[in-house]
């Protein structure tokens, strides 16, 4: 379960921003919300179950999540995928003075297993500068490591890293060198880390098409997504996947039929996908089904929510976290409202997934779906930088409360774009 995630002197980040999931004393009017959205950890911490992001084209949105997944990649391969020559493929906020040559930090807060972690590192291109584990037992915080370029401070809790310091590259991180050794702590970090499912709702469906796939061939999968995709009105009765029959115009370059089939299997296409609508006579009367090909057939809507399917009930079913970036791309708000609320609920989610999204869909602007603290907005200053802030940090009388879209819109909350006067683009004619 995700708590925070803190970062700084990253891409569009000049100074350290922090992403909460924290739910907050203000709690919303509609009490549904409350006994919904948040779910409780213990008798001192309450986490929520989603949140949203707004902000304006090249507001810095997407480069949370781009933070995210570069924590994320260097946790996991840092001490296998590079060489103590290799640079970290890291970059600064480059609009300032103050931030060149300075190292980007990562941190993040997340519940294990009855613990609170918390963990971080700071980086530039050629070595970690900094790194630290700190667990959170019962009450108070203790730290497990704690790291100064090549000095360490390894308490006996972390015992799985005592003998190997010396191992640690200058460009790897110490928790992954650890997992590597099976260190009982961090392999389980690691397995967190594993888990979080970064997503992008811009990228082709031919990227998850792969992974929608397996999911539907799994039959703790299959029906549920038949299901959610009847129920989401795409007209669509049944699904059927069958091995794809190679035609004759992919053997012409000189591959053998295994070579295509390999090519397809990367792709992620080795796979023929089939929708079963059914046929009406002159009265409305279903009177048999026709057999759609999927790829050449159906909407790019339609191919999104089932190449994310999978992912949406696995997430529900294992209690993950979930990013989302531009979660509304090409789809109806309803149904963007529908999956949200699939994560904002007990019913549907029995264990505690958290689905953070960004979007620019101000229909989900609403207190019947979200309380203030899910509502998130970044925004850029004057000199570029980015600001991360949530709608629970402004006064909002209770009339306001029922416009949020139109205030929003509005510019109260910033986070929006300022157009400039687009006459003079054209001159006098």
Not at 57 to 83: D, P, Y
Not at 186 to 192: D, G, N, P
Not at 206 to 215: F, G, I, P, S
């Amino acid at each position: 379960m995700l708590i925070e995630f803190s970062v700084g002197n990253y891409l569009s980040f000049k100074d350290k921003v922090t992403f909460s999931m924290v739910a907050s004393e203000v709690v919303a009017k509609n009490e549904k919300l409350n006994e919904n959205n948040v779910f409780k950890v213990d008798d001192e911490l309450s986490l929520l179950k989603s949140a949203a992001i707004y902000g304006a084209n090249a507001s810095g949105k997407s480069n949370l999540i781009k933070a995210l997944e570069f924590m994320q990649n260097f946790v996991i391969n840092s001490s296998k995928a590079t060489q103590i020559t290799d640079k970290i493929d890291v970059e600064e906020f480059r609009l300032s003075t103050t931030t060149v040559g300075q190292p980007s930090f990562f941190e993040i807060v997340f519940y294990l297993e009855g613990t609170i972690y918390k963990y971080g590192f700071e980086v530039d291109q050629t070595q970690v500068v900094s790194e630290w584990l700190f667990h959170t037992p019962k009450v108070s915080e203790r730290k497990l490591f704690e790291r100064k370029n090549s000095k360490f401070k390894v308490t006996k809790t972390f015992q799985e890293g005592e003998e190997l310091t010396e191992k640690t590259r200058k460009n790897a991180l110490f928790l992954s060198v650890a997992s590597q050794f099976n260190g009982r702590i961090s392999t389980k970090i690691l397995y967190w880390f594993s888990h979080l499912k970064i997503i992008s709702g811009l990228r082709s469906n031919l990227m998850y098409r792969k992974d929608a796939v397996e999911y539907f061939k799994n039959s703790q999968y299959q029906l549920d997504m038949i299901n959610l995709i009847k129920k989401l009105d795409l007209g669509i009765n049944d699904i059927k996947i069958e091995p794809r029959r190679i035609k004759a115009e992919e053997l012409a370059s000189n591959l053998s039929t295994e070579e295509v089939n390999n090519i397809l299997k990367y792709l992620g296409q080795a796979d023929d996908i089939k929708t079963i609508h059914k046929k009406y006579d002159e009265k409305g009367i279903p009177i048999s089904e026709e057999i759609f090909d999927f790829d050449e057939n159906e909407s790019e809507g339609t191919k999104k929510l089932f190449a994310f399917a999978g992912i949406f009930l696995d997430a529900l079913k294992n209690g993950k976290v979930l990013w989302i970036d531009e979660l509304d791309a090409r789809l109806h708000p309803i149904m963007t409202r529908t999956i949200v609320n699939l994560f904002n609920s007990n019913e549907t989610n029995h264990n505690n997934a958290q689905l953070i999204f960004i979007t620019h869909d101000i229909n989900l602007l609403s207190h019947e779906l979200f309380r203030r603290d899910q509502i998130w907005f970044a925004e850029k200053n004057r000199q570029e930088a980015t600001d991360l802030y949530s709608l629970v940090e402004f006064k909002i009388s209770d009339e306001a409360e029922t416009s949020l879209e139109n205030d929003y819109i509005k510019g109260r909350y910033g986070a929006i774009p300022f157009i400039g006067n687009l006459h003079q683009i054209l001159g006098d004619l």
